[in-house]
């Protein structure tokens, strides 16, 4: 086990010089807080869905009056679509006589899709203000729930079902045809193609910063967070996507319905995980602080709706479901092996080691993998026991040396047990630094003569010493506990626990924020400190 001690003479701003290293004693760069707000970009994006939203909505409006007022004077129309029988449904290639039942689910099912957008909103919450996440769902359900139930029944009021039926694809700009002429039908159909294509851009937006993340939690391949010198966009992500988006444009033919059934699989997907997700965050975590409280009711009806409509969507055409399923299975296999790589990559050195033997392994002269995993790099005279083993073992070192950061607070021995057992079965380090942060300069000194000390001061510093010591005892014997886990202890004085200091000690330590680890936070100021990356992993 290695002990740091950083003594911090000023917060947030700490010097960085004062941080022990091993390789040179050349003083460091001074610390700086990044900045990861988009000062470029962001506003003006939002600008310019701002005035694609007015429009839309102006769009929408004008349509809806219009055909209000055609409604009005033609109301034979939509006395002859009630009365009209219900049509028959297509239950997995079987038609099955209409009524109101099947109206009601199979409708439901199909209007799901037009409710699209929930699932991106909360890719943006980083750069939301405290609050807005909640006005965003509000504003965008408001919206939903009066056009969608508006236009429906003004659509049955203006065009007859075989006229529905026939312009499936562009129901909308019918209804401007009929009501007002063509001039409204082009204005629909332009508003249309600037809507779907901000939707496009959008969903550019929402699957870099998504995949992004997803590579810097090693879940996904590490490449894909290279950036483009020239703009410092992630590449690598967007030629993926499109590539991705492409090659099911072309599988499907270009099929509209089928497109958009695929989408609806995937979005009604990602639903029902919000709301499985905060089924679990209320089981392991109810005492996290939050300003919302979801009742469980809301949580179980919410899921429970959305696999209706996964149901239906899959009684109306399971074919659908087999495109999906396809590209599911492809990232489902991708994650599967960024996660247990280590497994597989042990079990490829198995298998040479029995196919392809090396000299040294007939001699008897293999040296333990597990000997060599916490040095640096492969030595040159190491032996794996298989010709081109080496390899896989600077493979293995090169994802075990990643080291990972937990903040601990108080001599806890069943916390800190807690926190290593998730790492050992989570985490694919064989490296944990356990940081405590105090805020006074130094500990060892008994008397501090730059100030008045009271009594309470003096007792306060004795606990937190007899904390400290507790804490590099515990780590000096979950070290040795342990052996397949190198954990270091690491003392920072004179900081206080605040964002700053998470991304000051991020560049020192060479640690991201994000696997940086905390417990359960029992105050909301804590909770910000989370919210900027740190993980929550026990309670």
């Known amino acids: 086990m290695d002990e740091l001690k950083v003594t911090l003479l000023s917060s947030p701003a700490p010097d960085a010089s004062v941080l022990p290293s091993n390789e040179d004693q050349t003083p460091r760069r001074s610390p700086r807080i990044r900045d990861f707000k988009l000062r470029g970009g962001i506003a003006e994006s939002a600008s310019v869905a701002l005035v694609i939203f007015i429009g839309h909505v102006a769009t929408l409006t004008l349509l809806s009056g219009c055909s209000l007022y055609y409604a009005v004077q033609h109301p034979n129309i939509f006395t002859a679509n009630m009365q009209t029988e219900f049509p028959d449904v297509n239950v997995a290639g079987h038609f099955v006589s209409g009524n109101m039942l099947t109206g009601i689910f199979y409708g439901y099912s199909s209007a799901m899709l037009g409710i699209t957008g929930f699932e991106t909103s909360a890719q943006f919450v980083e750069e939301q203000a405290p609050g807005v996440f909640r006005k965003t769902l509000r504003n965008m359900w408001v919206f939903a729930t009066c056009y969608n139930l508006l236009l429906s029944f003004l659509s049955l009021a203006v065009l007859p079902l075989q006229g529905i039926y026939a312009d499936k694809n562009v129901v909308l700009a019918t209804m401007g045809r009929v009501v007002v002429g063509k001039w409204l039908e082009s204005w629909v159909s332009v508003d249309a193609f600037v809507v779907l294509a901000g939707g496009v851009l959008t969903s550019y937006v929402g699957i870099t910063g998504l995949v992004r993340r997803l590579a810097f939690d090693r879940v996904l ?21 499109f590539g991705l988006q492409a090659s099911l444009v072309i599988l499907l033919n270009a099929d509209s319905t089928a497109l958009a059934g695929v989408f609806t699989f ?43 409509g996964l149901l239906g969507n899959l009684l109306g055409d399971p074919a659908i479901f087999t495109y999906f399923a396809l590209y599911f299975v492809v990232f489902a296999a991708t994650m599967f092996i960024m996660l247990e790589r280590v497994f597989i990559l042990r079990i490829l050195l198995y298998i040479m080691q029995q196919l392809f033997p090396s000299r040294g392994s007939r001699d008897g002269a293999v040296e333990d993998v597990e000997a060599v995993k916490s040095q640096a790099k492969v030595k040159d005279g190491a032996r794996t026991g298989a010709k081109g083993g080496r390899t896989i073992t600077a493979v293995l070192q090169e994802i075990h040396l990643p080291a990972i950061v937990f903040f601990v607070k108080v001599a806890n021995l069943s916390v800190l047990n807690k926190a290593i057992l998730y790492v050992r079965k989570n985490e694919q380090t064989h490296n944990l630094h356990v940081v405590h942060v105090s805020e006074d300069a130094d500990l060892d000194n ?30 000096r014997i979950f070290d040795l506990t342990y052996p397949k886990l190198k954990i270091d202890f690491v003392h920072v004085c004179g900081a206080h626990f605040d964002s700053a200091f998470v991304h000051w000690l991020s560049d020192e330590l060479s640690v991201p924020p994000n696997m940086m680890f905390i417990r359960q936070p029992g105050t909301k100021n804590i909770h910000q400190v989370a919210a900027l990356g740190v993980r929550i992993i026990t309670g």
């Open 446 to 475: 008994e008397e501090d003569s730059s100030a008045e000390v009271t009594e309470a001061d003096i007792q306060r510093r004795q606990q937190e010493r007899e904390n400290m010591e507790d804490l590099r005892e515990m780590t």
């Open 266 to 308: 995937a979005f009604l997907s990602v639903m029902a995980l919000f709301a499985f997700g905060c089924i679990l965050l209320k089981l392991k975590r109810e005492d996290i602080p939050r300003d919302v409280h979801a009742p469980w009711w809301s949580c179980i009806f919410g899921l429970i709706m959305v696999l209706l």
């Open 221 to 241: 391949p590490a490449f894909l967070t290279h950036t483009n010198k020239w703009r410092g966009t992630n590449h690598n992500i967007i030629l993926l996507f």
